[in-house]
């Protein structure tokens, strides 16, 4: 629970530091992004670190999506 709200206070000083800048010059695309990547980046340390779960490797659904395509291409090439 300890590093739960140490991740959230982390995350809160960063939007505290980056986003009155943005607000100023009106980057509306800016913000979007920087919000989206900070949500990102939170929920995975919190699911990492907080509750201490494995987080899946981004390798493995690109080896399940892909892998059956490769296996047809080397079938059809012998």
Known sequence: MIKTIGILLIAAVIVWM???PLLEKQYKKE????SILLAIGVGLSITLFG???PIPNPFDL????????NDFISHLLK
């Open 31 to 34: 913000l979007l992004v920087f």
């Open 18 to 20: 980056e986003v009155p």
């Open 62 to 69: 690109l080896t399940f999506i892909f892998k059956p395509l």
């Open 51 to 53: 509750f201490e779960r």
